[in-house]
């Protein structure tokens, strides 16, 4: 099970960081990504994490704003959110897979429920 959270109101600029808290002790076993869908538009990926959390793999629109990290120990995957645009705003979802392939290829076997990030102009 996997629960999102962090989402809120943010002006253009600022920053959020999101939380992803699994259940399970095979946690570390598993790749875990971020996706996002904005309104009337489709699900896209954003970023994904190996298991060990030593490799990460971002989406070019975020990259050098966004960072993904794994803490195993404490089975939490985080997305922090640096220089938000307006073009950020949607819903997040954090996601897991022991594939690390599924979750870099959008279809990862285990889902949060959304948190809203709204960025303000």
């Known amino acids: 099970q996997l629960q999102a959270s962090g989402g809120g109101l943010v002006q253009a600029g600022g920053s959020l960081r999101l939380s992803c808290a699994a259940s399970?002790?095979?946690?570390?076993?598993?790749?875990a990504g971020w996706f996002r869908q904005a309104p009337g538009k489709d699900r896209e990926f954003v970023a994904a994490?190996?298991?060990?959390?030593?490799?990460?793999y971002l989406t070019e629109s975020v990259k050098g704003r966004f960072t993904i990290s794994k803490d195993n120990a404490k089975n939490m995957v985080y997305l922090q959110m640096n220089i938000l645009k307006p073009e950020d705003t949607a819903v997040y979802y954090c996601a897991a897979d022991p594939r690390y392939l599924s979750v870099a290829a959008g279809s990862p076997t285990f889902w949060g429920q959304g948190t809203q990030v709204t960025v303000s102009s």
């Open positions: 994490v190996t298991p060990s959390g030593g490799k990460t």
């Open positions: 399970g002790r095979t946690f570390r076993s598993y790749s």
